[in-house]
């Protein structure tokens, strides 16, 4: 995934500043772009989709239980004697 991006990022930096080529070697300069990106908390975007699934499930699975919970509490009200 990231050789990738790094690939396509110094083939747009060569054709958007064809002069770069010339400061910056081509192989030490993905070398360091692809250690900067390793060292990012980067996810593909299939893997946020999913995770994304997953809080939506996790989030409605919440508020059911909330609803339920009220519900019982109200039930519980309801019963308890009155002073």
Do not use: I
């Not at 990231?2 to 993905?30: G, H, I, T, Y």
């Not at 409605?60 to 004697?81: C, F, H, I, Y």
């Amino acid at each position: 995934m990231f050789s990738d991006f790094a690939q396509r990022f110094v083939n747009e930096l060569n054709e958007k500043l064809p002069d770069a080529a010339d400061l910056l070697p081509k192989k030490e300069f993905k070398a360091a772009l692809n250690s900067a990106l390793e060292r990012m908390d980067l996810v593909t975007r299939e893997e946020f989709d999913a995770q994304a699934a997953v809080l939506l499930r996790t989030r409605e699975r919440l508020e059911a239980l909330e609803k339920q919970l009220t519900e019982l509490q109200t039930n519980l009200d309801r019963q308890k004697p009155q002073s």
